[in-house]
Nanobody
Framework: QVLLAESGGGLVQAGGSLRLSCAAS?????MGWFRQAPGKEREFVAA????????SYADSVKGRFTISRDNAKNTVSLQMNSLKAEDTAVYYC???????????????WGRGTQVTVSS
């Protein structure tokens, strides 16, 4: 069982930045961030291997978001810059044994944190 807790969400103006954090009870998992906007399917945002050696991003956030991890602190972060109104969603961190962009491959999920970008 891996426990995950997100923090750092909030309200920000378009063009602004936010940093999300995910505290995990274990560090030896591949980690991902997903988001779900009202009335939409949950979608992949970014992923990072357990070692931090590889990362991947959705095209919609590439160049604006950065995923990172600190295994000594069991945390995974998502730095979000140049935020747009369409980034508004509940953001979830998740843990998986495999490195994947598919939500079905993730075994453990946090409860999510709301990010609202005002235009």
């Amino acid at each position: 069982q891996v426990l995950l807790a997100e923090s750092g969400g909030g309200l920000v103006q378009a063009g602004g930045s936010l940093r999300l954090s995910c505290a995990a009870s274990h560090s030896n998992y591949n980690m991902g961030w997903f988001r779900q906007a009202p009335g939409k399917e949950r979608e992949f945002v970014a992923a990072i291997t357990w070692s931090g050696g590889s990362t991947s991003y959705a095209d919609s956030v590439k160049g604006r978001f950065t995923i990172s991890r600190d295994n000594a602190k069991n945390t995974v972060s998502l730095q979000m810059n140049s935020l747009k109104a369409e980034d508004t969603a509940v953001y979830y961190c998740a843990a998986a044994r495999s490195y994947s962009y598919l939500s079905a491959n993730y075994d453990y999920w946090g409860r999510g944190t709301q990010v609202t970008v005002s235009s």
